[in-house]
């Protein structure tokens, strides 16, 4: 179990093109988070996936963003025409249901700059 | 809807004296409270967590939580706080239908020789 891992690290992007970030959780489990980091700010929720299916989704999330999960595995995240106000970390976070709450494991996070 | 406040966003303390961070969190049912510690740059480590029971939690790094019902609280400790501690923490709570925490703003802790 190497925890959660996300890739790239960092990316540098001029404002309108698309970027897309992967997300690995950790192997058995089957709930998948993505959350958005501001600077200055605390990570705030962007969507929720139960395996495959993408269950719940922010407000912040616009139809520029879009997530997925095909093989209830790993997760991307795309931005289309990116814009200066998408630079943030984004965050991923997987659990695994057991007893009353499940406990979601943070990976290192993608650094998103917009130029 | 679920939601924490931190009310102080930078706190100075001096390497050796104790430190105390607040939380206060509103929630309609059961919490299930968290901080997390996050070094510049870095991921989100886990602290300590309460989900029920003893009231006093401790967790990683020497530091503790007390969750309080009445005041709606779940403040973080330590004793003696070290030059390394020196980061941004973030108290959370977890809870609603899919289980997705929400986080205060963060406190940004410095630590003076």
């Given at each position: 179990?190497?925890?959660?891992?996300?890739?790239?690290?960092?990316?540098?992007?001029?404002?309108?093109?698309?970027?897309?970030?992967?997300?690995?959780?950790?192997?058995?489990?089957?709930?998948?988070?993505?959350?958005?980091?501001?600077?200055?700010?605390?990570?705030?929720?962007?969507?929720?996936?139960?395996?495959?299916a993408q269950l719940e989704k922010s407000r912040?999330?616009?139809?520029?963003?879009?997530?997925?999960?095909?093989?209830?595995?790993?997760?991307?995240?795309?931005?289309?025409?990116?814009?200066?106000g998408d630079s943030a970390m984004y965050l991923?976070?997987?659990?695994?249901?057991?007893?009353?709450?499940?406990?979601?494991?943070?990976?290192?996070?993608?650094?998103?700059?917009?130029? | 809807?679920?939601?924490?406040?931190?009310?102080?966003?930078?706190?100075?303390?001096?390497?050796?004296?104790?430190?105390?961070?607040?939380?206060?969190?509103?929630?309609?049912?059961?919490?299930?409270?968290?901080?997390?510690?996050?070094?510049?740059?870095?991921?989100?480590?886990?602290?300590?967590?309460?989900?029920?029971?003893?009231t006093l939690v401790q967790g990683i790094k020497?530091?503790?939580?007390?969750?309080?019902?009445?005041?709606?609280?779940?403040?973080?400790?330590?004793?003696?706080?070290?030059?390394?501690?020196?980061?941004?923490?973030?108290?959370?709570?977890?809870?609603?239908?899919?289980?997705?925490?929400?986080?205060?703003?963060?406190?940004?802790?410095?630590?003076?020789?």
């Amino acid at each position: 179990d190497t925890g959660v891992s996300q890739d790239p690290r960092h990316k540098i992007t001029k404002r309108g093109q698309n970027v897309t970030f992967r997300c690995d959780p950790i192997s058995e489990h089957n709930r998948l988070y993505w959350y958005r980091q501001t600077l200055g700010q605390g990570p705030e929720f962007l969507t929720y996936f139960q395996n495959e299916a993408q269950l719940e989704k922010s407000r912040l999330l616009s139809d520029r963003f879009s997530a997925e999960r095909p093989k209830g595995s790993f997760s991307t995240l795309e931005i289309q025409r990116t814009e200066q106000g998408d630079s943030a970390m984004y965050l991923c976070a997987s659990s695994f249901p057991r007893g009353e709450y499940n406990e979601q494991f943070f990976g290192p996070g993608t650094r998103l700059t917009v130029l | 809807a679920q939601s924490v406040t931190q009310p102080d966003i930078h706190i100075t303390v001096s390497e050796g004296a104790s430190l105390e961070l607040r939380c206060n969190y509103s929630y309609g049912a059961t919490p299930y409270l968290f901080w997390y510690v996050q070094s510049p740059g870095q991921g989100l480590q886990l602290l300590l967590k309460y989900f029920s029971g003893d009231t006093l939690v401790q967790g990683i790094k020497g530091f503790e939580a007390e969750f309080k019902r009445s005041q709606s609280s779940f403040n973080l400790r330590k004793p003696s706080v070290h030059w390394s501690d020196a980061a941004e923490y973030f108290c959370a709570v977890g809870g609603g239908s899919y289980q997705k925490v929400t986080f205060g703003i963060g406190t940004k802790l410095q630590v003076i020789p």
